[in-house]
C-alpha cells in the first residue's frame, strides 16, 4: 500500500463526505488495519482531514503500479478518490475556467498531489455545461491541447501537456486516459453532438435566407425582423442541464468550420455575401456558435486564428469578460476583433468556408496524437 502523508491543517465540517464511514480494519487496502474505532471517531477524523492527504510515490515491493495501489488504498473505508473527490472538483473547475492564474492554481495543487489527476468529478464549466472525468479527461474534453507542434515556452503548452508533466504520468495511463477524445465511442458521441449543433445552424441559415429586406431598413431592423429564428437558434444551443459530457469534445470548434462551408455552398440563398441576410447568418448564427466555444477556444478566436495559424502567435489565456456582445451584434472575425452587420469594425472581413478552424482542429488532432512522445522527449 502507498504511505501517506498528512497535513494537520484543520478544513470545513464534512469536507471528505465522512457522513458515511464504514469501517472495517480487515479490509483489503485499509491503512487503518489494526483495530476498530469507537463510533464517531473515523468521521471525526476524516472530517478533521478534509482532503488534506498526500499519497507518497513509492513503489512496492509486488511489482504494483501507483495506480493500482492507489485503487487499493482505503483510509476508514474511504478509497482516495472519495477523500479527494472535494479538491479535484476545485482542480477541475479552475481548468474550465481557463485563464493563466486558475490554469497556475490548478497546476500549483497537482504538483502537490498528482493524485487528483486520478479522481473522477463532475465539474462546470463557464457556460454551466457538466462535464465529469478526471482533471486531465476534462482539459482534453475542453480542448485544451499544444495549438502546435515545438512549443518551448512552459505557459505555451496545452493543459493537457502540462498537467501529464505536472503529475509525472505514465504513458500507459494518459493514453487510458485520452480515450474519452480518442476511442471510437467518443467519436460517435462527439458526431452525435456536432450534427445537432449543424441541424439547428443549418435550419436558422435557411429560415434567415428567406427573410425579405425592404429598401428602407437598416441592419438593426432586419435583424429585429429576422428575432424569432434567432431566438430560436438560442434556445437550440442552450446548454441541458440534464446531460453531462463523458467523452468527445464540450463544444467542438469544427462546427465552425462546417457552419462555414455549409453558407459558402449555399450562398445563392443569401443572394449577396454582404447582404442583410448574410449580415445576420454571420453575426447571429456564426458568433452564436463562438460564443458556445470552451475557454481555450475562445481565447484563440478572440485573439484571431489567423494569428495563430499562419503567424504562430500564441493567443493569451484571457477571457473576454465585459459582457461582449457576440452573437447579438458582433461576431469575431479571421485575424481576431469584433465584426458587425456590412463588415463594420473589421473592413474586408473574410467570409466563407476557410474560417481557419480546419486549420485549427488538424493541428488539434495531430497533438492528440503526438502527446505521449512530444510530453516524454521534453
Given at each position: 500500500?502507498?504511505?501517506?502523508?498528512?497535513?494537520?491543517?484543520?478544513?470545513?465540517?464534512?469536507?471528505?463526505?465522512?457522513?458515511?464511514?464504514?469501517?472495517?480494519?480487515?479490509?483489503?487496502?485499509?491503512?487503518?488495519?489494526?483495530?476498530?474505532?469507537?463510533?464517531?471517531?473515523?468521521?471525526?477524523?476524516?472530517?478533521?482531514?478534509?482532503?488534506?492527504?498526500?499519497?507518497?510515490?513509492?513503489p512496492n515491493t509486488k511489482g504494483e503500479s501507483l495506480?493500482?495501489?492507489?485503487?487499493?488504498?482505503?483510509?476508514?473505508?474511504?478509497?482516495?478518490?472519495?477523500?479527494?473527490?472535494?479538491?479535484?472538483?476545485?482542480?477541475?473547475?479552475?481548468?474550465?475556467?481557463?485563464?493563466?492564474?486558475?490554469?497556475?492554481?490548478?497546476?500549483?495543487?497537482?504538483?502537490?498531489?498528482?493524485?487528483?489527476?486520478?479522481?473522477?468529478?463532475?465539474?462546470?464549466?463557464?457556460?454551466?455545461?457538466?462535464?465529469?472525468?478526471?482533471?486531465?479527461?476534462?482539459?482534453?474534453?475542453?480542448?485544451?491541447?499544444?495549438?502546435?507542434?515545438?512549443?518551448?515556452?512552459?505557459?505555451?503548452?496545452?493543459?493537457?501537456?502540462?498537467?501529464?508533466?505536472?503529475?509525472?504520468?505514465?504513458?500507459?495511463?494518459?493514453?487510458?486516459?485520452?480515450?474519452?477524445?480518442?476511442?471510437?465511442?467518443?467519436?460517435k458521441a462527439n458526431e452525435e453532438r456536432n450534427e445537432?449543433?449543424?441541424?439547428?445552424?443549418?435550419?436558422?441559415?435557411?429560415?434567415?435566407?428567406?427573410?425579405?429586406?425592404?429598401?428602407?431598413?437598416?441592419?438593426?431592423?432586419?435583424?429585429?425582423?429576422?428575432?424569432?429564428?434567432?431566438?430560436?437558434?438560442?434556445?437550440?444551443?442552450?446548454?441541458?442541464?440534464?446531460?453531462?459530457?463523458?467523452?468527445?469534445?464540450?463544444?467542438?470548434?469544427?462546427?465552425?468550420?462546417?457552419?462555414?462551408?455549409?453558407?459558402?455552398?449555399?450562398?445563392?440563398?443569401?443572394?449577396?455575401?454582404?447582404?442583410?441576410?448574410?449580415?445576420?447568418?454571420?453575426?447571429?448564427?456564426?458568433?452564436?456558435?463562438?460564443?458556445?466555444?470552451?475557454?481555450?477556444?475562445?481565447?484563440?478566436?478572440?485573439?484571431?486564428?489567423?494569428?495563430?495559424?499562419?503567424?504562430?502567435?500564441?493567443?493569451?489565456?484571457?477571457?473576454?469578460?465585459?459582457?461582449?456582445?457576440?452573437?447579438?451584434?458582433?461576431?469575431?472575425?479571421?485575424?481576431?476583433?469584433?465584426?458587425?452587420?456590412?463588415?463594420?469594425?473589421?473592413?474586408?472581413?473574410?467570409?466563407?468556408?476557410?474560417?481557419?478552424?480546419?486549420?485549427?482542429?488538424?493541428?488539434?488532432?495531430?497533438?492528440?496524437?503526438?502527446?505521449?512522445?512530444?510530453?516524454?522527449?521534453?
Amino acid at each position: 500500500m502507498p504511505k501517506t502523508k498528512i497535513n494537520k491543517t484543520p478544513s470545513s465540517p464534512n469536507a471528505s463526505g465522512a457522513s458515511s464511514v464504514d469501517h472495517n480494519p480487515e479490509l483489503k487496502g485499509e491503512a487503518m488495519s489494526l483495530c476498530r474505532f469507537p463510533k464517531g471517531l473515523p468521521e471525526i477524523f476524516l472530517d478533521y482531514l478534509g482532503g488534506d492527504i498526500k499519497p507518497i510515490s513509492e513503489p512496492n515491493t509486488k511489482g504494483e503500479s501507483l495506480s493500482e495501489q492507489y485503487k487499493e488504498f482505503k483510509l476508514f473505508g474511504k478509497k482516495l478518490s472519495d477523500i479527494m473527490h472535494e479538491e479535484a472538483v476545485k482542480v477541475s473547475n479552475l481548468i474550465l475556467q481557463g485563464e493563466e492564474k486558475e490554469i497556475e492554481e490548478a497546476l500549483a495543487i497537482v504538483r502537490k498531489k498528482p493524485f487528483l489527476l486520478r479522481c473522477e468529478v463532475e465539474a462546470q464549466d463557464l457556460l454551466g455545461r457538466r462535464v465529469r472525468g478526471t482533471p486531465l479527461q476534462i482539459a482534453a474534453m475542453a480542448g485544451d491541447l499544444d495549438l502546435k507542434p515545438g512549443i518551448t515556452v512552459e505557459k505555451d503548452l496545452g493543459m493537457v501537456e502540462r498537467l501529464v508533466a505536472a503529475g509525472k504520468l505514465s504513458q500507459e495511463e494518459v493514453k487510458e486516459q485520452l480515450k474519452c477524445v480518442t476511442s471510437k465511442e467518443a467519436l460517435k458521441a462527439n458526431e452525435e453532438r456536432n450534427e445537432r449543433v449543424l441541424v439547428a445552424i443549418k435550419k436558422f441559415g435557411n429560415n434567415i435566407a428567406e427573410v425579405k429586406a425592404d429598401n428602407n431598413l437598416n441592419f438593426e431592423a432586419f435583424q429585429l425582423r429576422c428575432k424569432p429564428f434567432i431566438d430560436q437558434l438560442e434556445e437550440d444551443l442552450r446548454p441541458n442541464n440534464q446531460s453531462v459530457t463523458a467523452a468527445g469534445y464540450i463544444f467542438d470548434p469544427t462546427v465552425l468550420q462546417k457552419a462555414a462551408e455549409w453558407f459558402q455552398e449555399n450562398l445563392q440563398k443569401f443572394g449577396d455575401l454582404w447582404g442583410f441576410n448574410s449580415d445576420v447568418f454571420w453575426v447571429n448564427g456564426f458568433g452564436t456558435l463562438q460564443a458556445n466555444l470552451s475557454s481555450r477556444d475562445a481565447e484563440i478566436i478572440r485573439a484571431g486564428v489567423y494569428c495563430l495559424i499562419f503567424r504562430g502567435d500564441m493567443p493569451l489565456r484571457l477571457l473576454d469578460k465585459s459582457g461582449s456582445q457576440l452573437g447579438r451584434v458582433h461576431y469575431i472575425g479571421y485575424f481576431g476583433g469584433h465584426v458587425g452587420g456590412l463588415g463594420r469594425f473589421v473592413p474586408g472581413m473574410r467570409r466563407g468556408g476557410e474560417c481557419g478552424i480546419g486549420r485549427l482542429m488538424r493541428h488539434r488532432h495531430q497533438a492528440e496524437r503526438a502527446v505521449l512522445p512530444l510530453i516524454f522527449s521534453n
